[in-house]
Each structure stands twice: as C-alpha cells, then as structure tokens.
C-alpha cells in the first residue's frame, strides 16, 4: 500500500527510538479516538455539550450557460458551533479546465472581495492577518483540477460563506453537450520515499494530509486531506448517519442557454428537474446531494439542430478573443486491422463498484476484437502483471484466457501506475513477433487515476508514445478526471467517462466505434488573410467520429468566419464557421487558462520551471486567474479575535466516493486522519501506520500467491505462440 511503503523506507532511514516513540504515540492515540463515529473528523464539544465537528460545510453550484461556454458560482458555507476560535483548511475538487477568477468572502453582514496575488505573497497577507487576529481566507490551486482553501480566525457561534466563479466551456460529443462538477475526490497513491519532517515547526506548516511528502510527490502533504468513509452509513439506516455525512451536501442549479431547440436534458448521476423558459432551460436537483460523487449534466439538440461548426468572439482591452468548435462528419470505412493493450487498474481505490464496472468494460473491449487484431492484457496496483508477454491473435484460445483473466479482477494494493504505463509503451520484443504494416497501435487504459505523480507520467508518455495512441477511460464516482484527459492528449487519443454502471455498455461501444473509425488528419486552422492569432492548442490534434475541434484564440484583428481543412482517410475535408458575438465576458479568461496550461504542459516536454513561471504568472496576473504561481487571498480590516485567545487548526473531511469501499476494513482508509497545529496527530497517524505495517506485508504475501494461483488457473491450455507472462 501507498502509505505503509514510504513509511517503511523512513523506518529504514531514521533510528529505532523514533520508531518506539511513534508507537507509543499511537497506543495513546487509539486510546482518545476510538469511540469517535468516523474517521478523519475532530469533535469538539458545544456549549450544549453537543459533540459535533468544528467546522460544518455545505456547496451550493449556480451554473450559467451560454453557447459553449460556462459561468458557476460556488459557495462553501462554514460555520463553528463550538465554543473556540477555528482556522479551517479544506481540499475541493473543481473542472480540470476552471479557470478560477474570483473570490469573494461574507462574515456576517460584511463582503471582503479576494485579490489575485503572487502565492509567496498571497501566503505572507494571509498568514500576517492570521497572527493579528483578523479574518482571512486564502486559495490555492494544488493542481489543475484540485485546490485547497483557508480560513483564519473564525469565531465561536460564527458562520462564514466563501464564493468562488469561474468559468469553463462544455463539452460536445457524439451529438451531446455536457459538464461535469466534481465534489469529493478519490484518494490519490504517493509514490516515492518518504521525506520526514526535520522539526515540529514543519509539520505544524505542513499540509495537513495523511501522506507525507515523498521524492516523487513533493506536495503529498497538500494534497491528501482526510476522508469520511461514506461506507459506514447506510441509507436504509439515515438515523445511522454520522453529523459529518449530513452537512456535506450539495445544491445544484444551472440555467442553459444555448441557442438551439433541446431535445432532452438529463443527468446519469442524479435526479434532475428541467423547464423550458422563454430564455432557455432551467435545471435544479430534485431535492439535494451528496458531496460523494461527480454531477453529471447533459443537453441534447433536435436533431435538425445539431451544430457542425460554432465560432464565438469578443473583444476585451483591444484585444479579440474566440472560441471554435468544428465537428467532423461521419464516414464509414472498412476498419484497419489493430493491436491493443488494455491496461487496468486494479489498485485499492478501484474496489467496490469501480472495479466491476472495469471488469464489464473490459470484457465489452475483448468482444469488439475481430480475428485478425492482436491484443494483450496488462494489469497493475503494487506490480504489473501482463496476461501475455507480447501481444497474441484475438484467436478463441486467446479470447477465453483473457476473459478468465478479467473474471479473475480484484481490487487492492497500491496504484504503481509507471511500469504498467512503461510496459505498454514499450517496444516489443521483435525476436518473437513483428507486426505487419498498417496495423493500428492502441492502448486503453482503464483507470480512476488516483495518482498524485501525474507529471511524471505525463512526460513518461511524451517520452515512450511513438506512433501509439493512448485512449484513458475514467471509472468510478470520482475519478481523476485530469490526468486522465491529460494523458489521453499527450497520448493523441481520446477520453471516456463512465459515471454509471449502465452507461458501460454504451460508452464502451462509442469508444471502439472511434478506435475503428478513421480520423481527420492534417488538419489547417485557415484565418482570415493578414490576422495575427495566437490559438490554443498549437497543434492541431487528429479528430475522431464524433469529437469536435476546440480551439481558444486571440486575435489583433476581428474574426468573422474561419475555415478548417484537413483529411478523412484519403479523402480531402474542410469546414467553415460564421463568428458570433459572445455576450458572456468569459472568452479572454478561457484563451487565458488554455495558453497557462500550453506553457505548464512544457515542463514534460523538457521545459524548466524557471523559463515558465514568469509567463504564467504574468498571464495570471493580468487575467486574475489561479495559477501555480497566483493566489487568492481576502483579509478583513479589523483584527476580531483577542490576542491572548488560542486558535484551533483542522483539516475539513471530504466524503470518501459513492461507491468505494476503502473503509475502516482498509489499512489505507484508517490513515484518514485530520491534523492540527501540533504534531500529536501526524506523529500518532505515522505510528499507527507502522503498527499495521507488519500485517501489511504478511498480507501482501499472501495477496501474491492468490495471484499467482489464479494466473495459473486460467491457464489450462497452453497457447500455441505466445506464452502468458510468468509461465
């Protein structure tokens, strides 16, 4: 497991008294907390003598769309019903592509707007208002898609809402617009050795996660906040609720407004409300949710209605900026014969519902094979175990050891995901088979990407890619949906979000559907004759059947019509887009948001973070977005809180995904624990930690040798080429 393997190196690395000390830690430990209804959460006690967490929380999404693009305003509501004065840290999810431009705080009858500022400098404002006793809140984006928040001094009794816009644009695909809105996240695997804190001030600087930083993850700290294990509860039993469980609920609204006649408006999460109005359609939750799981909202035109090409401009500070979809047509062709590597994870977070959703789209994968494809199977979680040693005929006797290889799946251990990554990408070994030319090089990923080493992936793809092309497929309620569209990029393919478990057999079909359909290739962005653009992506990306071009630009000059030209197969293709003037001011931000991510995307190609950072932080500042390298930061005028008054840290919980079953049960879900402004928490999470490691490999072994037993059970006849790996 994650956790244990870094400990255990620091084990290795520090003296034996440290060691009996943490143990110690832990048994006094386990002692205060286990009588504590759930995991990862602080009580306290009201005045009433109430016990109930420090912090409370509810979010409430306000999603406006116009055309493609998207505006949300998020507020969190915190309040502290106890009798002490609070600092709150918390980890939230947002779109991968969020470009965060404001804040705003209320405490009480007052309004505090946030300032964009340098993230050294934000942090000193914030942390200077903290020690004077004034309110302050502070975001940080600790990845594209994951950001923390801060809250200093809140005081007893008192409750505080923090607001949040940013901006985005949907998503068209085989005839559909959706968005997708994370609210809890699955908890990622830190890789690397663990690096242990040097001094007490360290750690009460530190993150507040359940990892500690390693050498791969140097922010693991920040990036792993603790969990409620959902699994404890029961809906048939809401009395059996915990208090953490019913404040962490979300409200939902959005108003769509998209020019065309909808044909229909649904969610494949949760149960929606829809109504046409003179401006558009109006869609609200059919009571609340849960912070568990990700919303997924989709709109689909009359078919008379179904766009092919949309281009929107605006012009802000003498500049133009514009956004462009052109959708390719659909051509049939006889399909190229194939080799694909499926690769599936079969890590401690997949178990439970994601890992049989995994096994059905995988066996729907097999299916679509055709007899004159080849095709091999990689597994991971601590280790990589491919099927094959090279990949063999989609023959019967091929085809059936694979499917009692995918009956056989079950989830736990850790998410090395880089040697399976490696051995896919690998070159084969050409002394044992050479694949003909033509032969279509594919690999399919199937993962809920909860890794925190992303950057070293994606430049292990970068590196190895050649002429593969890697399509990810996300699983799960919360899957890391930005490494996975990440990597599909670098990998020049595509990625697929299975939120259902009855949308597998669909959206697997759509996926192979485009494996075997050609692409438009050589595609030209023809701009009006002597105008300037600067366009997002730079490389114009292969299409496949059913997935528009989006393109962010910016232009000296007006755009009034562009044209796209390219190939399909053999034959000559091109598209042309009239523009259309946005009323929404969001097109300058999401030009923005791309060019940073371009620039950030850099770093796997070889790229210093010196050369970048001036860059992105000049593009953040202008544009008042989060970067890396810009903050957020609101801080009242008055000092509130006494100066002799002592302040309490803690570290919000999120809820553990719908669906996951990592719980008490799991030695990954008992490290869930929150931290404060002393080091008593982390040091006794470290013990308890070690105390578990001793089971844990003796568990491990075992896990081995089932492994190996199953491999070979389903191996009952040998094949005639290509022998499975290991055997």
Same mark, same amino acid.
């Given at each position: 497991?994650?956790?244990?393997?870094?400990?255990?190196?620091?084990?290795?690395?520090?003296?034996?008294?440290?060691?009996?000390?943490?143990?110690?830690?832990?048994?006094?430990?386990?002692?205060?907390?286990?009588?504590?209804?759930?995991?990862?959460?602080?009580?306290?006690?009201?005045?009433?003598?109430?016990?109930?967490?420090?912090?409370?929380?509810?979010?409430?999404?306000?999603?406006?769309?116009?055309?493609? &693009?998207?505006?949300?305003?998020?507020?969190?509501?915190?309040?502290?019903?106890?009798?002490?004065?609070?600092?709150?840290?918390?980890?939230?999810?947002?779109?991968?592509?969020?470009?965060?431009?404001?804040?705003?705080?209320?405490?009480?009858?007052?309004?505090?707007?946030?300032?964009?500022?340098?993230?050294?400098?934000?942090?000193?404002?914030?942390?200077?208002?903290?020690?004077?006793?004034?309110?302050?809140?502070?975001?940080?984006?600790?990845?594209? !898609?994951?950001?923390?928040?801060?809250?200093?001094?809140?005081?007893?009794?008192?409750?505080?809402?923090?607001?949040?816009?940013?901006?985005?644009?949907?998503?068209?695909?085989?005839?559909?617009?959706?968005?997708?809105?994370?609210?809890?996240?699955?908890?990622?695997?830190?890789?690397?050795?663990?690096?242990?804190?040097?001094?007490?001030?360290?750690?009460?600087?530190?993150?507040?996660?359940?990892?500690?930083? =390693?050498?791969?993850?140097?922010?693991?700290?920040?990036?792993?906040?603790?969990?409620?294990?959902?699994?404890?509860?029961?809906? !048939?039993?809401?009395?059996?609720?915990?208090?953490?469980?019913?404040?962490?609920?979300?409200?939902?609204?959005?108003?769509?407004?998209?020019?065309?006649?909808?044909?229909?408006?649904?969610?494949?999460?949760?149960?929606?409300?829809?109504?046409?109005?003179?401006?558009?359609?109006?869609?609200?939750?059919?009571? &609340?949710?849960?912070?568990?799981?990700?919303?997924?909202?989709?709109?689909?035109?009359?078919?008379?209605?179904?766009?092919?090409?949309?281009?929107?401009?605006?012009?802000?500070?003498?500049?133009?900026?514009?956004?462009?979809?052109?959708?390719?047509?659909?051509?049939?062709?006889?399909?190229?014969?194939?080799?694909?590597?499926?690769?599936?994870?079969?890590?401690?977070?997949?178990?439970?519902?994601?890992?049989?959703?995994?096994?059905?789209?995988?066996?729907?994968?097999?299916?679509?094979?055709?007899?004159?494809?080849?095709?091999?199977?990689?597994?991971? !979680?601590?280790?990589?175990?491919?099927?094959?040693? !090279?990949?063999?005929?989609?023959?019967?006797?091929?085809?059936?050891?694979?499917?009692?290889?995918?009956?056989?799946?079950?989830?736990?251990?850790?998410?090395?995901?880089?040697?399976?990554?490696?051995?896919?990408?690998?070159?084969?070994?050409?002394?044992?088979?050479?694949?003909?030319?033509?032969?279509?090089?594919?690999?399919?990923?199937?993962?809920?990407?909860?890794?925190?080493?992303?950057?070293?992936?994606?430049?292990?793809?970068?590196? &190895?890619?050649?002429?593969?092309?890697?399509?990810?497929?996300?699983?799960?309620?919360?899957?890391?949906?930005?490494?996975?569209?990440?990597?599909?990029?670098?990998?020049?393919? =595509?990625?697929?979000?299975?939120?259902?478990?009855?949308?597998?057999?669909?959206?697997?079909?759509?996926?192979?559907?485009?494996?075997?359909?050609?692409?438009?290739?050589?595609?030209?962005?023809?701009?009006?004759?002597?105008?300037?653009?600067?366009?997002?992506?730079?490389?114009?990306?292969?299409?496949?059947?059913?997935?528009?071009?989006?393109?962010?630009?910016?232009?000296?000059?007006?755009?009034?019509?562009?044209?796209?030209?390219?190939?399909?197969?053999?034959?000559?293709?091109?598209?042309?887009?009239?523009?259309?003037?946005?009323?929404?001011?969001?097109?300058?931000?999401?030009?923005?948001?791309?060019?940073?991510?371009?620039?950030?995307?850099?770093?796997?190609?070889?790229?210093?973070?010196?050369?970048?950072?001036?860059?992105?932080?000049?593009?953040?500042?202008?544009?008042?977005?989060?970067?890396?390298?810009?903050?957020?930061?609101?801080?009242?005028?008055?000092?509130?809180?006494?100066?002799?008054?002592?302040?309490?840290?803690?570290?919000?919980?999120?809820?553990?995904?719908?669906?996951? =079953?990592?719980?008490?049960?799991?030695?990954?879900?008992?490290?869930?624990?929150?931290?404060?402004?002393?080091?008593?928490?982390?040091?006794?999470?470290?013990?308890?930690?070690?105390?578990?490691?001793?089971?844990?490999?003796?568990?491990?072994?075992?896990?081995?040798?089932?492994?190996?037993?199953?491999?070979?059970?389903?191996?009952?006849?040998?094949?005639?080429?290509?022998?499975?790996?290991?055997?």
């Amino acid at each position: 497991m994650n956790a244990p393997a870094t400990l255990l190196t620091s084990f290795r690395r520090k003296p034996l008294v440290l060691l009996l000390s943490l143990c110690m830690a832990s048994a006094a430990h386990a002692t205060e907390t286990r009588e504590e209804p759930g995991i990862g959460m602080m009580l306290v006690q009201t005045p009433a003598g109430v016990s109930q967490p420090m912090t409370l929380l509810d979010t409430a999404y306000d999603v406006s769309v116009t055309g493609m &693009q998207l505006s949300a305003e998020v507020t969190q509501h915190f309040s502290n019903p106890s009798s002490q004065w609070a600092n709150a840290r918390y980890v939230f999810p947002l779109p991968e592509k969020a470009a965060v431009r404001r804040l705003l705080v209320t405490i009480g009858e007052r309004q505090i707007e946030g300032l964009i500022r340098e993230k050294d400098e934000a942090r000193q404002t914030f942390e200077q208002a903290k020690a004077e006793g004034r309110q302050a809140a502070l975001v940080e984006q600790q990845r594209a !898609n994951l950001f923390s928040i801060e809250i200093a001094n809140v005081a007893p009794g008192a409750a505080i809402s923090v607001e949040l816009e940013y901006v985005d644009q949907v998503s068209y695909r085989d005839g559909q617009f959706s968005l997708r809105i994370p609210t809890t996240l699955t908890p990622r695997y830190i890789p690397g050795f663990a690096q242990m804190p040097d001094s007490f001030e360290q750690v009460a600087t530190s993150g507040h996660g359940w990892a500690l930083p =390693t050498d791969v993850v140097a922010d693991a700290d920040k990036i792993t906040p603790p969990q409620i294990a959902t699994a404890l509860s029961s809906d !048939n039993e809401p009395d059996g609720e915990s208090e953490q469980i019913r404040t962490h609920q979300l409200a939902f609204r959005a108003h769509l407004d998209t020019g065309l006649a909808l044909d229909s408006v649904s969610s494949s999460t949760d149960a929606i409300h829809w109504q046409a109005s003179a401006s558009g359609v109006d869609v609200s939750l059919e009571g &609340q949710s849960r912070l568990d799981h990700d919303l997924a909202l989709s709109w689909t035109p009359k078919p008379s209605a179904q766009p092919q090409a949309a281009l929107f401009t605006q012009q802000q500070g003498g500049q133009h900026y514009g956004l462009l979809m052109v959708m390719p047509p659909v051509i049939r062709q006889q399909p190229l014969p194939r080799e694909v590597t499926f690769v599936i994870d079969t890590s401690g977070s997949m178990a439970g519902e994601s890992i049989r959703q995994a096994r059905d789209a995988l066996q729907l994968a097999l299916d679509r094979l055709s007899p004159q494809d080849r095709f091999n199977v990689i597994e991971f !979680n601590s280790s990589t175990f491919p099927l094959f040693s !090279n990949p063999r005929p989609a023959d019967e006797y091929g085809l059936t050891m694979a499917r009692r290889f995918v009956n056989g799946l079950d989830a736990d251990g850790g998410t090395e995901m880089y040697g399976a990554l490696q051995q896919a990408l690998r070159e084969r070994d050409e002394r044992q088979w050479a694949p003909e030319e033509g032969y279509l090089q594919q690999i399919v990923f199937i993962t809920d990407g909860a890794v925190g080493d992303e950057a070293r992936l994606f430049e292990l793809i970068n590196q &190895q890619l050649g002429d593969k092309r890697l399509f990810t497929v996300g699983i799960g309620s919360a899957p890391n949906s930005y490494f996975m569209r990440k990597a599909a990029q670098f990998g020049r393919g =595509t990625f697929t979000y299975i939120a259902n478990p009855n949308d597998v057999a669909p959206q697997m079909n759509a996926l192979f559907n485009k494996l075997e359909s050609p692409v438009a290739r050589e595609l030209v962005v023809n701009w009006p004759q002597g105008a300037q653009v600067e366009q997002y992506p730079q490389r114009v990306p292969d299409l496949y059947a059913g997935e528009p071009l989006m393109m962010a630009f910016r232009s000296e000059q007006p755009v009034t019509s562009v044209e796209v030209s390219g190939k399909l197969g053999i034959q000559p293709w091109q598209q042309s887009a009239q523009a259309a003037s946005s009323a929404d001011n969001s097109l300058g931000s999401l030009w923005a948001r791309e060019k940073i991510e371009s620039l950030l995307d850099t770093l796997s190609e070889g790229r210093s973070e010196e050369e970048i950072r001036p860059q992105v932080l000049a593009l953040g500042l202008a544009h008042h977005l989060l970067t890396p390298y810009t903050s957020l930061v609101a801080v009242d005028k008055e000092p509130v809180k006494p100066m002799d008054a002592s302040s309490q840290d803690q570290a919000i919980a999120n809820l553990m995904p719908l669906g996951n =079953t990592m719980t008490l049960g799991n030695p990954l879900s008992s490290l869930a624990f929150p931290s404060t402004a002393t080091p008593a928490e982390l040091l006794s999470m470290l013990a308890t930690a070690m105390l578990i490691l001793a089971a844990l490999v003796a568990w491990l072994q075992r896990r081995q040798q089932r492994l190996d037993c199953r491999k070979q059970m389903a191996i009952a006849v040998r094949p005639d080429t290509t022998e499975p790996a290991g055997c």
